[in-house]
């Protein structure tokens, strides 16, 4: 397969995943979906839990084959905004309590039990 064809998959699988998203959210009062936000990630949803505090999940969707395995995890939270040094994905996980993850993805995940090598 060329890039050609693999980057449009790769786009449509994401916009599905938007969507898919935003329908899941539609009856939660003020939920917001940006795809694509300024300096984040695939897409940014934002809501309110019962207490009134904002809640935010960036939203990473990886349109992959194979497995996915803890090294590419831990490429997927090292992910920094576009054109900067500063202020990874996990960087953001652990200053703001209020902050999520969530990642889509197309590959298998693959589980190993503790100690199985």
């Known amino acids: 397969m060329t890039i050609a064809i693999i980057a449009p998959e790769k786009f449509a699988f994401q916009d599905l995943v938007c969507v898919e998203i935003a329908y899941r959210f539609r009856a939660v009062k003020d939920a917001t979906l940006v795809v694509e936000p300024k300096s984040g990630e695939?897409?940014?949803?934002?809501?309110?839990?019962?207490?009134?505090?904002?809640?935010?999940?960036?939203?990473?969707i990886k349109g992959a084959g194979g497995v996915a395995t803890l090294e590419d995890l831990a490429t997927?939270?090292?992910?920094?905004?576009?054109?900067?040094?500063?202020?990874?994905?996990f960087e953001r996980l652990l200053n703001d309590p209020d902050r999520r993850a969530v990642f889509v993805l197309s590959a298998r995940c693959e589980i190993v039990p503790h100690g199985v090598v």
């Open 42 to 60: 695939d897409g940014t949803l934002t809501w309110f839990n019962p207490r009134n505090v904002r809640l935010t999940a960036e939203i990473q």
């Open 76 to 89: 997927y939270l090292s992910h920094f905004p576009e054109r900067s040094g500063k202020s990874c994905l």
